[in-house]
């Protein structure tokens, strides 16, 4: 696929993250524009041809538009913007009166997600990727990496969909419309990888970074999850055992975040106690 040129000039910066920023059309407010950092090539385009393959899933995700290059050599995607959109994250911070409201329409989503089928040949397994994560990890023993790895294989397989990094950031909404955005960790395998990162998000993080990244207290992101939790599990299964199942799936995404920090986690290491 060739990179259409494109200028910034017709840009106006709305955002940054860890591997790029975004930026909205000056004069076509149904634009965006997902920008990698300098030397990234490959990745928006394997995002690209991924946001295809989710959207032509069924699965609600803005609909992917084209594969773009900057003059400066700087690559990524256009995206059809949703109009007055907003993410379940900055909808709970706004309104936390409506916390249970936004968790349980969340958990509806991610039910329906985790419920869609895929073609298991086009996607990558969650369980390969936790192996490479761990093959490559310099932070956990060889005996650490042995345990893991075995809880990892018994957790049972699944063909269904998994986000891949499903936080409440992740889910937007406009008007009665629902979408999930970020899909560049989209895969297919248990859903429990998947809430573990929602439960990571909502409880197992910093008061700093749940403000810094969320716009919400801490109390009201466990409250987030406190709501969400029996929608997602049922409302027959009590929430302390939720946690301890769900818990060190939570704990799985250390490898990602000391592969990202470059250092051991231990506050996050934690979660994988039952397991190590």
């Not at 385009?45 to 069924?58: C, H, P, Q, T, W």
């Not at 991610?110 to 089928?117: A, N």
């Not at 955005?181 to 910093?206: A, E």
Request: proline share 5%.
């Amino acid at each position: 696929m060739e990179a259409i040129k494109i200028s910034l000039d017709d840009y106006i910066l709305s955002g940054g993250g860890f591997n790029g920023e975004s930026y909205d059309h000056k004069t076509d407010p149904s634009v965006m524009l997902k920008l990698y950092f300098p030397g990234k090539i490959n990745q928006p385009l394997d995002e690209m041809v991924l946001a295809r393959k989710v959207y032509d899933l069924g699965i609600p995700t803005p609909e992917p538009g084209e594969y773009v290059v900057t003059e400066d050599g700087r690559y990524g995607i256009r995206f059809h913007r949703i109009l007055g959109k907003k993410s379940y994250s900055r909808a709970t911070s706004d309104h936390p009166e409506k916390v249970a409201f936004y968790a349980e329409d969340f958990a509806r989503m991610c039910l329906d997600l985790h419920s869609t089928h895929v073609d298991t040949s086009e996607f990558e397994n969650v369980k390969d990727r936790y192996y490479h994560l761990l093959e490559e990890s310099p932070f956990f023993t060889s005996s650490e990496k042995d345990k893991l790895a075995r809880f990892i294989s018994e957790t049972p397989d699944e063909d269904t969909a998994i986000h891949g990094d499903l936080q409440y950031s992740n889910a937007i909404f406009a008007g009665d419309e629902h979408y999930f955005i970020d899909l560049g960790d989209f895969c297919y395998g248990n859903h429990l990888f998947d809430i573990g990162m929602v439960y990571l998000c909502c409880c197992l993080s910093s008061e700093e970074y749940i403000l810094e990244a969320f716009h919400l207290p801490k109390k009201l992101a466990m409250e987030f999850w406190a709501d969400f939790a029996p929608v997602y599990f049922g409302k027959d299964r009590p929430l302390k055992d939720i946690e301890e199942e769900i818990r060190p799936y939570a704990g799985l995404k250390t490898l990602i975040i000391e592969r990202d920090a470059n250092c051991p986690m231990p506050e996050f290491r934690a979660a994988l106690s039952s397991v190590l």
